[in-house]
């Protein structure tokens, strides 16, 4: 025997996303109004996006500036440096180098008793302040090389921002609801559009427990 259940429900989308901008500003275009079939990726919105193209010249330009510093070209993707070869650590170093002969220099002269304590305490000094400069060399290019990995974060930052700009479609389907028009200003996270699937259909309906 077939059995059978009558019930009430209703036939609601496979899938609903509201969509809302990743980015603050101005909205420069929508390309979808009530009723509008898109394809996934396509452009549903976008805003403008001339600030966030000025950030990415700025942060970029800073990139550049920070490969300067460690004697790189202004462009190009591979930041490594070998901190002995940079111009600072070189001069550092050859500053030690000649300090350590001249103290070894005056050392053995003051052992024949030709120059003076004094004199052979002054290049000892004058070895140790150029070994800390050296030291401190080092340093300074570790953190000019801590700079530039921070640069190369905040180009990439500016430019994931500057893609934001664009509101893409998440899947095929059609616009329920459209939100926000062209000159709105908008913060992050408001609402633009609400895009549904209508292909399949979801069945939802309230059963009994019996029933069920």
């Known amino acids: 025997m077939e ?71 202004l462009t190009g993707d591979d930041d490594t440096v070998e901190a002995d070869q940079t111009s600072t650590v070189k001069e550092a170093k050859a500053r030690v180098e000649e300090t350590r002969k001249n103290r070894d220099r005056i050392a053995e002269l003051n052992q024949q008793g030709i120059l003076s304590e004094s004199e052979r305490e002054t290049a000892d000094a004058g070895y140790e302040v150029a070994a800390n400069r050296y030291r401190d060399s080092l340093e300074e290019v570790n953190n000019r090389r801590a700079q530039l990995a921070q640069r190369r974060v905040e180009v990439e930052i500016a430019r994931k921002h500057l893609a934001d700009t664009g509101l893409f479609a998440p899947f095929d389907g059609a616009v329920q609801e459209r939100r926000a028009s062209p000159g709105d200003y908008l913060n992050v996270g408001t609402p633009v559009v609400t895009l549904v699937r209508p292909d399949p259909l979801r069945l939802r309906v309230q059963a009994s427990e019996r029933d069920a």
Not at 24 to 39: E, F, H, M
């Open 3 to 73: 059995r059978t259940v009558a019930v009430i429900g209703s036939l609601t989308a496979y899938d609903e996303s509201t969509l809302s901008v990743k980015v603050s500003g101005r909205l420069q275009t929508i390309a979808v109004d009530l009723g509008s079939v898109v394809r996934k990726d396509q452009l549903i919105a976008q805003v403008e996006p001339q600030d966030y193209e000025l950030q990415l010249k700025q942060a970029e330009a800073l990139l550049s500036q920070a490969r300067a510093r460690l004697g790189l070209p």
